[in-house]
Structures are given as structure tokens and as C-alpha cells.
């Protein structure tokens, strides 16, 4: 069986549910599909929860009025059949009903999780019933019946598969299997959701605990690129990368996947496909264990980075220095994205800037402290062991007319980063493209 996940955009009007379902029941065999919230209604479902904390009963009910007209309206274009427009007006009325409910009594954050899940309650019922319309075998698996974090927050994946593979026995045999993504309960039965990844993180979870052939991601773009379409010319989409490329890509910068959501896939040994729903045909990026041997893939880039500089002649031969640093940056859960050292100092960048000054000041306990903010990292993704000789010549003369601020390598295989300042960022990532793909 294989996953296929949709995000808000391809289910975010009639005619798009229309479409993917045609791409759901394309190959008629069995698939698990995970849908997102139609695209604009969490939005909306947010903009409602900030009026009930600002305790603006009357707004709130403004947008759900707004949102039910909307969605009451879809219903109209979606169904030909007086039975299942009937069946799911009743549906969406209930669960805008639920929604003023909360206008009604004191509103906590645990009451905005609740809120916002409705969005993928709504668009999964939607297209469910729309494929019982078409006579397609469809059943809706609530996603809260199955998918469960931990005390850390994080997915529990032997709970995940021991429950969805006792729902699939008992429910066994239906053409498409169809549940939400993002939304799930936490360690106390609350209604949560998975944060990081959302529903490909679901998709990804959901292909580990069945065993599934291969897991798609299916958006409104042809995969990962070679670089950012939206800023360098002449990209093209990449075919095939290996698990840990397509993580450092999405890190530094590629939106299109987060770094943390195919990892289930990673460890079950489950092909991830991102695929481009305006254009099915496209091959797509294959995302797998294998590896393509000394070949670049790709070039991304993550803004908003600050570098800072510790310069101290105590660090010289200092043993428990590096620690000291490191613990100040853990105190205040701040991430360190590079890190390079010398003999009488340390440089690292990072991407949070919240506690930035209290940083700063338990850093100058132990040495002179310069930060440069406005800064940018530049990586280069692919095969990049250090036995392909060769490849940093190609790599650093691309990057010959561009300043530097630090050159981070050989902690990954698979990844060379530079950190230049962010006006930079353009000239950076055409040079790159230019000298490694383009010629």
C-alpha cells in the first residue's frame, strides 16, 4: 500500500478535491491518503482563536460566520447529489456550531489546538463523502484514534503502530483509507498537534507503522530544486536524493520539506516521493537510502543568521572551554547552526535571536565577543566525501568573488556550508548554479 499526503493548496477548492481524487484512485489499488486543512481555513481557524483570547466574542463569530458561508458554499459545487450536499451541511454545521461554543466559556491554548484541528476534521469529510458519491470504497480514520506524542512531545511510534494496524485489521479491505494530517492527541489524551513537519511528518509515521511500499508528498511544485527557483535562474528539479541530502536541504532553506518529517521513512528503509499535483506526470524527487557517489545535488540557503566570534587567549590548550560555550547556548535553548574553532578562538552561527543579549553576556565571561548579524548560510548539498577528490576546487572557485565570514566542513558527508552576509545571498547562489550545474 503507499501513502499519499495532499497539502492545504491541492485541496483548497472543489475543483482541486475533485482532481485529487482522481489521483488517489488513479492506479485503483489500495492507498492510505493524509489530508491537510483546505488552504486559508487555519488561517481563519487562528484569526478566531485570537478573538477568544482577546475575549471578542463578537469577532470570533464574525470569521466563523464568514468561514461556515464559505465552506456551505463549497458544498454546493462539489456534490451533485441532494443527498451528500444534505449530509455534509448537516456535518459543517455541527462543526461550526462546536466552533461558537467557544465564544461561550473561558479560552485556553489547549481550546486553540481543538480549534484549529477542525480544519482537517472539515476537508477530510468533504472528500470522503465526495468519493462515496463517485462510488468510490472511502473510510475516514480519525487521526485522534491513532496518532499519539509522548511526554516529549514527540511521535510514539510504537503506540502509532500498534493502534492504526488494529484499525486497518478491523476495517480492512476499502479502496482508500483517508485521515488527517498535523493533528493528534498528546501523552494526557489532549488534543495536540505534531508542530514540526505537520502532515508529512503524519505521512511519513503513518508509511513506518504499515510498512508502506512508498510515501508521496504531493504539492504545487515539481519536487526539490537545484537552487531557489523564486531567485536564481535555469533550476531544475532533482530526481534523486539520499535521506540525509534532502535533510540538509530542507534545513538550510528548502521549504518544500522539513528537516525532521522523513525521518521514520528514513529508518523503515520507505522511499519518499514529492510529487507536484498541477503536474502529475512530472518525475518528481525521489528521496531514498541510496546514494548517488560523487555527484552535487543541490545548492540552498537559510537567512536570518547571527555569527558570533568568542576570541580568548585562555582558550589555548584549556580543557572544558568548548563546553562552557556550548552549555551557555543549551541554558537558553538556542540551536548553534556552524562551528568553527582556532587555537584562541571560536566562531558559531545561529538563527534565534531571542536571547541573544543575555548570550552575549555570559559568552564575555570568557572572552571578547563580536557579533555580525544580516548573515546567511550558503550550502552545498550532495556526495561530498572527503575521498571525491576534487569537488571543494569546483565548490570554493564558484564562491571566489564572494566575501566569507566562516567555511564549515566535513561535519556532514554530505554538506559544505559558507556564511556570507545576506546582501550577498543573490550573487552567492547564481555562482554556485553557474559553476556547478549550469556549465
Not at 449530509?87 to 489546538?113: A, G, I, P, V, W
Not at 543568521?305 to 580568548?312: E, N, V
Amino acid at each position: 500500500m503507499k501513502v499519499m499526503k495532499f497539502g492545504g493548496t491541492s485541496v483548497g477548492s472543489p475543483q482541486r478535491m475533485k482532481e485529487v481524487t482522481k489521483l488517489i484512485t488513479k492506479s485503483g489499488e489500495p492507498v492510505f491518503v493524509v489530508l491537510s486543512a483546505m488552504s486559508g481555513t487555519t488561517n481563519s481557524l487562528v484569526e478566531i482563536s485570537d478573538y477568544l483570547y482577546k475575549k471578542n466574542a463578537d469577532g470570533a463569530n464574525e470569521v466563523i460566520n464568514r468561514l461556515e458561508q464559505k465552506y456551505l458554499h463549497h458544498t454546493e459545487e462539489l456534490y451533485t447529489s441532494s443527498e451528500y450536499k444534505q449530509m455534509t451541511n448537516d456535518f459543517l454545521r455541527d462543526e461550526f456550531q462546536y466552533l461558537r461554543s467557544f465564544t461561550k466559556e473561558l479560552f485556553t491554548s489547549f481550546e486553540e489546538k481543538s480549534i484549529v484541528a477542525q480544519g482537517e476534521m472539515m476537508s477530510t469529510n468533504m472528500v470522503v463523502n465526495y468519493m462515496k458519491e463517485q462510488s468510490i470504497d472511502a473510510i475516514l480514520i480519525n487521526a485522534l484514534d491513532f496518532m499519539r506524542t509522548d511526554k516529549n512531545a514527540e511521535p510514539d511510534p510504537v503506540y502509532i503502530k500498534e493502534k492504526l494496524n488494529a484499525i486497518l485489521e478491523k476495517e480492512g479491505g476499502h479502496q482508500v483509507y483517508v485521515t488527517q494530517g498535523f493533528i493528534c492527541r498528546n501523552a494526557y489524551g489532549e488534543i495536540d498537534n505534531l508542530q514540526r513537519g505537520g502532515s508529512d511528518y503524519t505521512a511519513s509515521l503513518i508509511g513506518a507503522a504499515i510498512n508502506a511500499e512508498e510515501i508521496q508528498i504531493w504539492t504545487d511544485i515539481d519536487g526539490m530544486h537545484n537552487n531557489d527557483p523564486r531567485i536564481v535562474d535555469k533550476t531544475e528539479p532533482v530526481h534523486q536524493l539520499h535521506f540525509e541530502e534532502a535533510a540538509e536541504l530542507a534545513y538550510f532553506g528548502a521549504k518544500i520539506l522539513h528537516p525532521t518529517c522523513v525521518q521514520p521513512a528514513k529508518y523503515a528503509g520507505i522511499p519518499v516521493r514529492l510529487l507536484n499535483t498541477m503536474d502529475p506526470d512530472a518525475e518528481g524527487t525521489t528521496i531514498s537510502n541510496a546514494t548517488e557517489y560523487g555527484k552535487i545535488k543541490a545548492v540552498a540557503a537559510k537567512d536570518n543568521i547571527i555569527a558570533i566570534k568568542i576570541k580568548s587567549s585562555r582558550m589555548l590548550l584549556a580543557t572544558g572551554f568548548l563546553r562552557k560555550v556550548f552549555e551557555i547556548f543549551e541554558s537558553y535553548q538556542t540551536p548553534i547552526d556552524m562551528v568553527c574553532t582556532s587555537e584562541v578562538g571560536v566562531s558559531m552561527s545561529i538563527d534565534n535571536s531571542a536571547h541573544l543579549g543575555e548570550i552575549v553576556d555570559e559568552l564575555k565571561k570568557y572572552g571578547t565577543v563580536t557579533v555580525d548579524t544580516g548573515m546567511c548560510v550558503v550550502c552545498v548539498v550532495g556526495d561530498l566525501d572527503w575521498s571525491n577528490i576534487g569537488f571543494e576546487t569546483r565548490v570554493l572557485d564558484a564562491m571566489k568573488n564572494i566575501p566569507v565570514r566562516m567555511i564549515s566542513y566535513g561535519g556532514s558527508n554530505y554538506n559544505i556550508s559558507f556564511l556570507v552576509r545576506e546582501e550577498d545571498k543573490k550573487r552567492a547562489l547564481q555562482a554556485l548554479s553557474d559553476t556547478l550545474f549550469n556549465k
